[in-house]
């Protein structure tokens, strides 16, 4: 059985990498759940479609945020990396290299 988020045979990895696996296919499709709710959107000249497509979008917003948080709670050196780069004023190209520093010390 083939899916497109493994890159290695599937009963060969540990659930764990799984699950990892999973969790990101969820995070990409709702990205582009996100993406295709913006372009419809900056298109539709139906205020009462707007409101449905901007409220289902929201509901997109929380999906990638909880997929993110996931993630993040069973990869420390990527919350490290994010914790350094995320929700910070300035350069986010410096903070990103605060990020790797940071995720070098997990």
Same mark, same amino acid.
């Given at each position: 059985?083939?899916?497109?988020?493994?890159?290695?045979?599937?009963?060969? +990895?540990?659930? *764990?990498?799984?699950?990892? #696996? %999973?969790? @990101?296919?969820?995070?990409?499709?709702?990205? /582009?759940?996100?993406?295709?709710?913006?372009?419809? +959107?900056?298109? *539709?000249?139906?205020?009462? #479609? %707007?409101? @449905?497509?901007?409220?289902?979008?929201?509901? /997109?917003?929380?999906?990638?945020?909880?997929?993110?948080?996931?993630?993040?709670?069973?990869?420390?050196?990527?919350?490290?990396?994010?914790?350094?780069?995320?929700?910070?004023?300035?350069?986010?190209?410096?903070?990103?290299?605060?990020?790797?520093?940071?995720?070098?010390?997990?």
């Amino acid at each position: 059985m083939g899916f497109d988020q493994y890159h290695e045979p599937p009963h060969e +990895l540990p659930a *764990e990498t799984r699950t990892f #696996a %999973r969790m @990101i296919a969820s995070l990409t499709e709702e990205a /582009e759940a996100i993406n295709w709710y913006e372009q419809r +959107l900056a298109v *539709e000249p139906d205020a009462e #479609a %707007r409101a @449905i497509m901007a409220d289902a979008q929201a509901e /997109e917003f929380k999906h990638f945020g909880m997929d993110l948080e996931f993630l993040l709670r069973r990869t420390p050196k990527w919350r490290a990396a994010l914790e350094a780069i995320l929700f910070r004023e300035g350069s986010i190209v410096e903070h990103g290299e605060e990020g790797e520093k940071a995720e070098e010390g997990v």
